[in-house]
């Protein structure tokens, strides 16, 4: 569970970009989830598969340090996303499970059932939550997929112990992570030798700005994305790719974005992968295939202050 857009989702002003080119001068919780490996992994070599359906993964158990590329599809009917946090030492794969994906469900049934107002809800959701939440680390992982899409995201995995999650939200009001969505990833010494792919499109990700240098042509790009900070209080970045319809709302994708009362299937915007949650210093790549139509990078936590950019791919 992130901790991010916690407060965030009351921020009212909703800054929106104006449209423009994406010219260069643009500037119930398991307490032990399955572990097979997928048929078509290859954690060996830095290159993972990622399956997920309504509501799992189907991953390696364990992987190699160093770059990895994951490929992820969506086999479900609902979007979904996998966000890598790196456990803060002395934190199990049980302590996020029991002491924060738990007690976070809980609090939000409370205020889904109206027991409590959106106010209360957020005012009181820190008292739930374990103080080493600010501790985990934004490693980054796949973005937003669509259902029957694939998308690719690489990222620098460090030795320890790992969650794996998705947050979104079923149209019960439950997180995916509370409908097993949650399972724990230990990424060993041994290096899987790889190295960063080369980009051609860069977003750096600041409190709270999203800068893009983009090529707005239609094919295959890297993206570099960085992060030169940490959300105050929170964990990371993100940034994902979304395709609109030529007369899709984007106040309507900002307000699907919010996990408080967003993020139920389905969105108003198909999503082609992204970069999840990067820390201060880090940076992902995602790579993204591009057609004409218009799309927008956006972030999950801080669209709806003003982190997104439309573009127009001709
Ligand atoms: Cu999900």
């Known amino acids: 569970m992130s901790l991010k857009s916690k407060g965030l989702a009351l921020a009212t002003a ?13 500037p119930d919780v398991p307490a032990e989830t399955p572990v097979e490996p997928a048929a078509e992994t ?14 799992s993964f189907l991953a390696p158990p364990t ?7 994951f490929r992820m599809t969506n086999k479900g009917e609902q979007p979904h996303f ?5 456990l803060p030492e002395g934190t199990t794969f049980g302590d996020y499970a029991g002491q924060l994906a738990q007690p976070f469900q809980e609090q939000y049934d409370r205020y889904t059932s109206g027991e409590l107002s959106q106010g209360e809800f957020l005012e009181q959701l820190g008292g739930v939550l374990p103080e080493w939440l600010g501790s985990l680390e934004g490693i980054g992982g796949v973005g937003l997929t669509a259902p029957g899409r694939t998308a690719q995201t690489t990222v620098l995995l460090e030795p320890g112990d790992y969650v794996m999650e ?11 992570n509370s409908l097993g969505m949650l399972r724990p990833l230990i990424v060993t010494e041994e290096p899987t030798g790889r190295e960063a792919p080369e980009a051609d499109i860069f977003i750096t990700l600041s409190n709270y700005e999203m800068s893009v240098e983009a090529v707005n042509t239609a094919g295959e790009h890297t993206v570099a994305v960085h992060a030169t900070e940490n959300a105050e209080g929170l964990v990371g970045h993100d940034v994902h790719l979304a395709r609109l319809a030529p007369d899709a709302s984007i106040e309507d994708l900002i307000a699907w974005m919010s996990w408080i009362d967003g993020m139920r299937s389905p969105p108003p915007a198909e999503f082609l992968g992204g970069t999840e949650h990067v820390g201060a210093g880090r940076t992902s790549y995602m790579t993204v295939s591009l057609e004409p139509g218009r799309y927008a990078w956006i972030s999950e936590g801080f669209a709806s202050q003003g982190m997104l950019q439309e ?4």
């Open 14 to 26: 909703v800054t929106v970009l104006g449209l423009v080119s994406c010219g260069p001068s643009d």
């Open 42 to 55: 290859s954690a060996d070599t830095g290159i993972v598969e990622v399956m997920v359906e309504d509501y």
């Open 63 to 69: 992987m190699r340090s160093g770059w990895t590329t």
């Open 82 to 86: 996998m966000l890598l946090y790196r």
């Open 166 to 176: 998705c947050y979104l939200v079923s149209p019960e009001g439950k997180f995916h």
């Open 311 to 314: 573009c127009v791919v001709e």
